[in-house]
C-alpha cells in the first residue's frame, strides 16, 4: 500500500531534522568513546544512524499506557563496547533532544511540536495531522 504523500514529506523531513542531530553529535562527541568494530564508520552507509558512534532517530508510537500520548520518541543509542556511565548517556541523551527541540521549528514552521520527558526517555509530541506538511525551507 503506497504511502500518503503528507505522510511521506512529513517523514522525509523528520529524517532530516535527525540526521542533522546525528551529525552534531558525531562531530562533537564521535571521539568520546571507541566505536564498536562491528559498526561501520562514520558516513559509510547510506543512513546516519546505521553507522559512527551514535544511532539517533525517530520511532512512532501510539503512546498507549504513556501520560504523555502518542508521538515520536526519540530513540538513542550509542555503538560502543565501552561501559558508558548512566550520568553521560544521561547528558547524551538530554543534549540530542534539546537539539531536537530547538531544530523543530525551523523544519516544521507554524506546528505545535515540542519535546517532553516521557518517563526515561525524551519524546515529540503535539500536531502530527497531515493537513500542511511541507518540506524543510532552504537557507
Given at each position: 500500500?503506497?504511502?500518503?504523500?503528507?505522510?511521506?514529506?512529513?517523514?522525509?523531513?523528520?529524517?532530516?531534522?535527525?540526521?542533522?542531530?546525528?551529525?552534531?553529535?558525531?562531530?562533537?562527541?564521535?571521539?568520546?568513546f571507541?566505536?564498536?568494530?562491528?559498526?561501520?564508520?562514520?558516513?559509510?552507509?547510506?543512513?546516519?544512524?546505521?553507522?559512527?558512534?551514535?544511532?539517533?532517530?525517530?520511532?512512532f508510537?501510539?503512546?498507549?499506557?504513556?501520560?504523555?500520548?502518542?508521538?515520536?520518541?526519540?530513540s538513542?543509542?550509542?555503538?560502543?563496547?565501552?561501559?558508558?556511565?548512566?550520568?553521560?548517556f544521561e547528558?547524551?541523551?538530554?543534549?540530542?533532544?534539546?537539539?531536537?527541540?530547538?531544530?523543530?521549528p525551523?523544519?516544521?514552521?507554524?506546528?505545535?511540536?515540542?519535546?517532553?520527558?516521557?518517563?526515561?526517555?525524551?519524546k515529540?509530541?503535539?500536531?502530527?495531522?497531515?493537513?500542511?506538511?511541507?518540506?524543510?525551507?532552504?537557507?
Open positions: 500500500m503506497p504511502e500518503h504523500p503528507k505522510l511521506a514529506a512529513f517523514t522525509r523531513t523528520l529524517d532530516a531534522l535527525f540526521r542533522e542531530v546525528d551529525e552534531f553529535l558525531e562531530d562533537e562527541w564521535g571521539a568520546a571507541s566505536r564498536n568494530p562491528r559498526r561501520p564508520e562514520r558516513g559509510t552507509t547510506v543512513h546516519p544512524e546505521m553507522d559512527g558512534l551514535f544511532e539517533i532517530m525517530p520511532d508510537t501510539p503512546g498507549i499506557g504513556s501520560e504523555r500520548g502518542r508521538g515520536y520518541i526519540i538513542f543509542r550509542t555503538a560502543t563496547w565501552e561501559k558508558i556511565h548512566p550520568g553521560q547528558f547524551l541523551m538530554a543534549e540530542a533532544a534539546a537539539m531536537v527541540a530547538a531544530k523543530l525551523g523544519y516544521f514552521p507554524g506546528r505545535d511540536l515540542r519535546v517532553v520527558r516521557d518517563g526515561r526517555r525524551f515529540i509530541v503535539g500536531d502530527f495531522s497531515l493537513g500542511d506538511v511541507g518540506e524543510r525551507p532552504e537557507n
